[in-house]
């Protein structure tokens, strides 16, 4: 395992730790320039970012490299490197490391971003093809939606919006199609920004002055591709602006794909004209992989990696590590590399001793149905006192079953108690909420979304 391969897999851990924000802000731009014994020293981009490193996630990089590793880290050092230095200390040509998803935002004060992109610079991690995304149950419809869009873009499904769960394929399964594209026709100009991005250079375009600069180099590319468009909540200006730049792609029949937590009408502070145009096209929801899928992508993994595990560990892994696709890959990672740092057989009791930590999940038992409704009452976007409250809305009651069906499952309180929590209701109101969840978790494709979504949230 090469020293990106090694930090890619870190990152993954870390990614799981902390916020989409934060872990753009700080460790996207991160690398391992040096391995020595134990000593490990982590390249940055300034100081600025090694002193945050140092003071607040200091801990958890050691821990996440341990885990990958399984062996102990005497030493985590941050230096001031330039990407330059980080090509020099070493990535392999076989290196897994994605090249450009974590591309700095352009300075639209210096040049409009359009001239980069017609340049090629379209952020596309190059691993992220169709070749590479694996097919199941949980992401055909999706897979078969961007299949078309990469046909014929612009002319069918416009925009397509992709909903899902962390780790599902979202980034992959848009940056695919960009690729499609621009292998059928280089000269078109491609650009895939997380919605964090667009904001930033939002910002700076109006600090500077340079408005127009930042419209002309947005509405003027043929495919845009817009990460994670929840983060767009409440910001009202770059909501407004990003509702006329996608009004001049769709009506110039340029390509517009979006990429969500949760389908369009779920995600609060969101303006209701956005949300319309969102639904224009096609709306395709990615699930949780069964188990025939998690098992192809473990095997696509190992050939990719030119590493052989026998049928046995590949069933276990597919069968305890259910949550998501990067999850699955991070264990399999971890797995690689104790074996290859001890120089031993890979065998599903040595397999079972590495993913514990994965598989027990000794979360539950600090969590409080305090925390869940808090949580139910965040995803929703509305007051913990209106959730307690006695209103039958139905825009409160379902929060206000899902609220007790996860305050049962997750913490195993009784009824009673669970009753007690949501506003001093009888015993028999949370048990009739607790069936009526489970009964539409079995008919609902959106109910068993918006769960898995709370569920992140509460062990994220």
Same mark, same amino acid.
């Given at each position: 395992?090469?020293?990106?391969?090694?930090?890619?897999?870190?990152?993954?851990?870390?990614?799981?730790?902390?916020?989409?924000?934060?872990?753009?802000?700080?460790?996207?731009?991160?690398?391992?320039?040096?391995?020595?014994?134990?000593?490990?020293?982590?390249?940055?981009?300034?100081?600025?970012?090694?002193?945050?490193?140092?003071?607040?996630?200091?801990?958890?990089?050691?821990?996440?490299?341990?885990?990958?590793?399984?062996?102990?880290?005497?030493?985590?050092?941050?230096?001031?490197?330039?990407?330059?230095?980080?090509?020099?200390?070493?990535?392999?040509?076989?290196?897994?490391?994605?090249?450009?998803?974590?591309?700095?935002?352009?300075?639209?004060?210096?040049?409009?971003?359009?001239?980069?992109?017609?340049?090629? %610079?379209?952020? *596309?991690?190059?691993?992220?093809? =169709?070749? +590479?995304?694996?097919? &199941?149950?949980?992401? !055909?419809?999706?897979?078969?939606?961007?299949?078309?869009?990469?046909?014929?873009?612009?002319?069918?499904?416009?925009?397509?919006?992709?909903?899902?769960?962390?780790?599902?394929?979202?980034?992959?399964?848009?940056?695919?199609?960009?690729?499609?594209?621009?292998?059928?026709?280089?000269?078109?100009?491609?650009?895939?920004?997380?919605?964090?991005?667009?904001?930033?250079?939002?910002?700076?375009?109006?600090?500077?002055?340079?408005?127009?600069?930042?419209?002309?180099?947005?509405?003027?590319? %043929?495919?845009? *591709?817009?990460?994670?468009?929840? =983060?767009? +909540?409440?910001?009202? &200006?770059?909501?407004? !602006?990003?509702?006329?730049?996608?009004?001049?792609?769709?009506?110039?029949?340029?390509?517009?794909?979006?990429?969500?937590?949760?389908?369009?009408?779920?995600?609060?502070?969101?303006?209701?004209?956005?949300?319309?145009?969102?639904?224009?096209?096609?709306?395709?929801?990615?699930?949780?992989?069964?188990?025939?899928?998690?098992?192809?992508?473990?095997?696509?993994?190992?050939?990719?990696?030119?590493?052989?595990?026998?049928?046995?560990?590949?069933?276990?892994?597919?069968?305890?590590?259910?949550?998501?696709?990067?999850?699955?890959?991070?264990?399999?990672?971890?797995?690689?590399?104790?074996?290859?740092?001890?120089?031993?057989?890979?065998?599903?009791?040595?397999?079972?001793?590495?993913?514990?930590?994965?598989?027990?999940?000794?979360?539950?038992?600090?969590?409080?149905?305090?925390?869940?409704?808090?949580?139910?009452?965040?995803?929703?976007?509305?007051?913990?006192?209106?959730?307690?409250?006695?209103?039958?809305?139905?825009?409160?009651?379902?929060?206000?079953?899902?609220?007790?069906?996860?305050?049962?499952?997750?913490?195993?309180?009784?009824?009673?108690?669970?009753?007690?929590?949501?506003?001093?209701?009888?015993?028999?109101?949370?048990?009739?909420?607790?069936?009526?969840?489970?009964?539409?978790?079995?008919?609902?494709?959106?109910?068993?979304?918006?769960?898995?979504?709370?569920?992140?949230?509460?062990?994220?």
């Amino acid at each position: 395992m090469t020293n990106d391969e090694l930090w890619q897999a870190t990152l993954g851990e870390l990614e799981l730790l902390v916020s989409k924000a934060n872990f753009s802000t700080w460790l996207k731009e991160t690398f391992i320039s040096e391995i020595d014994a134990g000593r490990v020293v982590v390249g940055v981009p300034n100081l600025f970012t090694k002193g945050w490193l140092e003071t607040k996630y200091h801990q958890n990089i050691c821990k996440a490299l341990e885990n990958i590793t399984g062996q102990v880290i005497s030493e985590v050092i941050y230096r001031v490197e330039s990407s330059r230095g980080r090509a020099a200390a070493g990535a392999t040509k076989n290196s897994a490391a994605p090249k450009q998803t974590a591309a700095p935002a352009a300075n639209v004060g210096d040049a409009p971003r359009v001239d980069a992109v017609s340049k090629g %610079d379209s952020n *596309l991690n190059p691993s992220y093809t =169709f070749d +590479t995304f694996i097919v &199941g149950k949980g992401n !055909e419809l999706a897979r078969a939606a961007a299949m078309a869009v990469a046909d014929r873009p612009g002319q069918v499904y416009n925009p397509l919006f992709i909903y899902g769960g962390v780790g599902l394929g979202k980034t992959h399964l848009m940056q695919a199609v960009g690729h499609k594209i621009l292998e059928k026709d280089p000269k078109k100009k491609v650009l895939y920004v997380t919605s964090e991005q667009f904001t930033n250079e939002f910002i700076q375009a109006i600090q500077k002055g340079n408005g127009e600069a930042f419209k002309r180099s947005y509405r003027t590319i %043929d495919v845009l *591709l817009v990460d994670d468009i929840q =983060f767009l +909540t409440g910001k009202e &200006g770059t909501q407004e !602006e990003f509702f006329h730049t996608f009004n001049a792609l769709h009506q110039t029949k340029k390509q517009v794909i979006i990429t969500s937590d949760r389908p369009p009408k779920s995600i609060p502070a969101i303006e209701h004209r956005l949300i319309s145009r969102f639904e224009w096209g096609m709306v395709a929801d990615i699930a949780q992989p069964d188990l025939e899928t998690r098992r192809a992508i473990l095997e696509a993994k190992c050939a990719e990696k030119s590493y052989k595990l026998s049928i046995d560990v590949l069933n276990y892994i597919a069968t305890h590590v259910q949550s998501n696709v990067r999850e699955l890959e991070g264990a399999l990672n971890r797995i690689m590399a104790n074996a290859q740092l001890k120089n031993e057989v890979v065998n599903v009791e040595t397999v079972k001793q590495l993913l514990a930590s994965l598989t027990n999940q000794p979360r539950r038992g600090g969590l409080t149905p305090k925390q869940v409704v808090q949580t139910v009452a965040g995803f929703f976007d509305i007051r913990m006192e209106d959730l307690l409250g006695t209103s039958r809305k139905k825009e409160l009651v379902v929060p206000r079953q899902i609220s007790m069906y996860l305050i049962r499952e997750e913490i195993k309180a009784s009824f009673p108690a669970i009753g007690m929590e949501l506003g001093g209701r009888d015993h028999t109101t949370a048990m009739h909420a607790c069936l009526k969840i489970a009964q539409e978790l079995e008919n609902s494709e959106k109910i068993r979304q918006d769960v898995a979504l709370i569920r992140q949230r509460l062990y994220n």
